[in-house]
């Protein structure tokens, strides 16, 4: 429950928030023309400045009931600021009623069909929410610290808006092998990729080092120093002229991001993408108006984790799972067979 507390700006020794309150501050005379974050950080006290411009960044903060969206405004002498400073989220993740398409459950592990815009893990701004928040509701008291606390039953991942097969583990037995099987891409994994332009040839292999970018450290990038060797298998699956294919892809490696920055790196991004489809691809160009900007607007990469083969972790027994990409992904796919090919 949120709380109301307000200090005077002159308090010399304010109590520590608690989180979970707002704190409200009229500026004195004195302290007009201070930038916002640290008139708020001076005037609280307990929390630092960044601190303070990291929630002015969220939306916490306003000033005379209007949103505060700029921490170095000018403080305006006798207008009210408030900061809603959120409770502490626990040190573990907690269980949520999320819902889950498992495609395949028994005592060892969980197979589901993740969707676009769930996170697989929690981390820096999104400490919940999470499939492992969703799994630990799931599986109850069979799932806590295996493969660790903060991720556990996770063996692999798929970034946030990518869709499709994932298997959990739901033993330290099951977590072994599986890890095991990842890491020596033992394994069988195709991927559904809708990119820009069309691959030639239609079918073969990209290859490149992938590591961060050596600009931007939120992406990443093929590199000809300190990345990690990665190879990706694709064959195209079907064409709409030159403007977009669907294609086939398999890893011979595994690393962050690698369909997407190796199918950049050749110039077929994939439609959507937010970070590596950076322009207007030209081979938009072609496409009648409502077919390119219906492409144009998708708002996520248009990836999808088709099937996945594995032995049993436990049985040795081989298993193998397909799901078909979601309904925003075959709406595309509709958009494009509506223009001739």
Not at 50 to 72: C, E, T, Y
Not at 211 to 237: I, W
Not at 282 to 309: D, S
Request: with cysteine; proline share 9%; aromatic share 4%.
């Amino acid at each position: 429950m949120t709380t109301t507390r307000i200090l005077s700006a002159r308090t010399d020794h304010p109590p520590e928030p608690t989180g979970g309150e707002t704190i409200t501050l009229i500026a004195a005379p004195a302290q007009a023309g201070l930038r916002a974050d640290r008139f708020l950080a001076e005037a609280i006290g307990s929390l630092s400045r960044s601190r303070v411009k990291a929630l002015i960044a969220a939306g916490a903060a306003s000033r005379d009931g209007q949103p505060l969206r700029d921490a170095a405004e000018a403080v305006r002498a006798g207008s009210t600021y408030a900061l809603a400073i959120p409770a502490a989220t626990p040190a573990l993740p907690q269980p949520q009623d999320i819902p889950l398409a498992i495609l395949f459950e028994d005592a060892h592990l969980i197979v589901l069909d993740k969707p676009a815009g769930l996170v697989v893990h929690p981390a820096p701004g999104n400490q919940d929410g999470t499939l492992v928040n969703a799994l630990l509701a799931h599986a109850g008291e069979e799932l806590p610290g295996i493969g660790g606390e903060k991720r556990p039953g996770i063996v692999h991942r798929l970034d946030k808006d990518t869709s499709g097969v994932m298997v959990v583990a739901k033993t330290e037995v099951a977590h072994r092998a599986l890890s095991l099987a990842f890491a020596e891409r033992d394994l069988d994994r195709e991927y559904l990729a809708l990119v820009w332009g069309l691959p030639s040839p239609p079918s073969g292999q990209i290859e490149g080092a992938i590591g961060r970018h050596p600009t931007d450290r939120k992406r990443m990038a093929v590199v000809s120093r300190g990345g990690k060797p990665a190879l990706t298998h694709y064959a195209t699956d079907r064409a709409w002229g030159t403007a977009c294919a669907l294609l086939r892809c398999r890893l011979a490696t595994g690393r962050t991001h690698q369909i997407r920055v190796h199918l950049a790196e050749v110039g077929h991004p994939l439609v959507g993408d937010p970070v590596y489809l950076r322009r207007t691809p030209a081979a938009a160009r072609g496409l009648p108006e409502p077919v390119r900007q219906g492409l144009l607007a998708f708002p996520r990469q248009a990836l999808h984790a088709a099937t996945l083969g594995f032995r049993h972790p436990v049985t040795g027994q081989p298993l193998a799972f397909t799901a078909p990409p979601p309904a925003d992904f075959v709406l595309l796919l509709t958009l494009l067979s509506g223009n001739p090919e």
